[in-house]
Structure formats: structure tokens, C-alpha cells
């Protein structure tokens, strides 16, 4: 089974400014079979990025995916009100669908 | 535009039995991987279903394998999930969840959600 553990838990950022979350793995992802979701308050995940760095449709490219293997970061950046969401990272195939247990961003 | 409407959520009995569904729209259904996930008041998110295209294939996460069966009706769109043996720790919002191709284990849209609540 794998573990996904995401870092920081909480971020309070300023507005325009940028922001790094990690996720890393307790065994190799194969593939890089990585995803990102956004969820705000109230409202369903979102994806935004795959395969650990393709964005979804309609993603803006604020958001930018990177890593392999078991360590992989989510970017931010020119931070928005509307960016204030839990970001979870998961991996996904055959033998896995394992989330992270998201980290909160907040705007300072 | 692609939407999937949960529903059948509400209360039910320690050991009782709940049938969610989820209406799709603005894809052809029949060709999607379709998964349900689930996440417990102010928790993360977890994995719980997921069925092939033909609905000849399912897979469960461990904590709900034998109690959770999922399902699908490609003529009607739907998707179900059939869940007996309910306990405490099933208390949930219940996500249906589009796969992302005929073969992915990706997902790339989700529903709003239908909260199921295990209490007696």
C-alpha cells in the first residue's frame, strides 16, 4: 500500500506571492501516475494536474506540476483569493488509488 | 458540459443499507472508467469504487470489500453504489467520479456529492 505524504499541512501565504506544496511517496509511483486536485469549501475536488505535470483543460498555468518517482511538487504561483482551497495529491493505477492527506492554503 | 448528480444519501441505521446514485451528462458514459470516492466530515479524501467501462470489472478499497457493491446502467447514464452493513466510520459525503478514458484509473471530473450518515 502506498503512502502519500503531502507537506506543509498549512501554508498562509500573501496575495501574488507563490507557493510550493510536496507530496512524496512511501514507494515509486509508476509511471509518475500522479494527480492533483484542488477543492475549495464545500465544493468537489478539482483536478488540475496529471501525470505529474500535464494540467487539465482549462487549468491556468499559474499552476504547475513537477517530480517523479516519489517525490513530486505542486507550484502556485501569482497567488489568488480564489487559489484558497485543500490541495490533495494522489496516485492512481493498478495496484493503488492512494490521496494525500491535503494541505490547506490560506491568503494572508 | 459533463455533469454528474449524486443521490439516495441521507440517515441510516448502524448495519442498515443505503443505494447511491449518480446521473451523468455531457459525455458518452458507456465509454468512461467510473469511480465513487468518499470523505468524512472534515477528513481527506478516499478511494472506495471503481467499474470498467462495461461493468464487467469492479475493484474496492479493503474497508468496504463485501459490504459495498457498485454498478452501472450505460442506457440510463447511472451509476450506483449499493452499500450494506453500514457502521459509524461510512458516515460520509459520497463522490461519483468520471474516469479520464475507457482504461484509466484517473479521475478528471467530479460530482458534488450526496452526505450518507450512519447513526442510530
Known amino acids: 500500500e502506498i503512502v502519500l505524504t503531502q507537506s506543509p499541512g498549512n501554508m498562509s501565504l500573501s496575495p501574488g506571492g507563490g507557493a510550493t506544496l510536496s507530496c512524496r511517496a512511501s514507494q515509486n509511483v509508476n509511471n509518475n501516475y500522479l494527480a492533483w486536485f484542488q477543492q475549495k469549501p464545500g465544493q468537489a475536488p478539482r483536478l488540475l494536474i496529471y501525470d505529474a505535470s500535464t494540467r487539465a483543460p482549462g487549468i491556468p498555468d499559474r499552476f504547475s506540476g513537477s517530480g517523479s518517482g516519489t517525490d513530486f511538487t505542486l507550484t502556485i504561483s501569482r497567488l489568488e483569493p480564489d487559489d484558497i482551497a485543500v490541495y490533495f495529491c494522489q496516485a492512481y493505477g493498478t495496484l493503488y488509488r492512494t490521496f494525500g492527506q491535503g494541505t490547506t492554503v490560506e491568503l494572508k | 458540459e459533463v455533469q454528474l448528480v449524486e443521490s439516495g444519501g441521507g440517515l441510516a441505521q448502524p448495519g442498515g443499507s443505503l443505494r447511491l446514485s449518480c446521473a451523468a451528462s455531457g459525455f458518452t458514459f458507456g465509454a468512461y472508467t467510473m469511480n465513487w470516492a468518499r470523505q468524512a466530515p472534515g477528513k481527506g479524501l478516499e478511494w472506495i469504487s471503481f467499474?470498467?467501462?462495461?461493468?464487467?470489472?469492479?475493484e474496492y478499497t479493503d474497508s468496504v470489500k463485501g459490504r459495498f457493491t457498485i454498478s452501472r446502467d450505460n442506457a440510463k447514464s447511472s451509476l450506483y453504489l449499493h452499500m450494506n452493513g453500514l457502521g459509524d466510520e461510512d458516515t460520509a459525503i459520497y463522490f461519483c467520479?468520471?474516469?479520464?478514458?475507457?482504461?484509466?484509473?484517473?479521475?478528471?471530473?467530479w460530482g458534488q456529492g450526496t452526505l450518507v450518515t450512519v447513526s442510530s
Open positions: 467499474i470498467t467501462p462495461s461493468g464487467d470489472h469492479a
Open positions: 467520479a468520471k474516469g479520464h478514458s475507457f482504461d484509466s484509473w484517473l479521475t478528471d471530473f
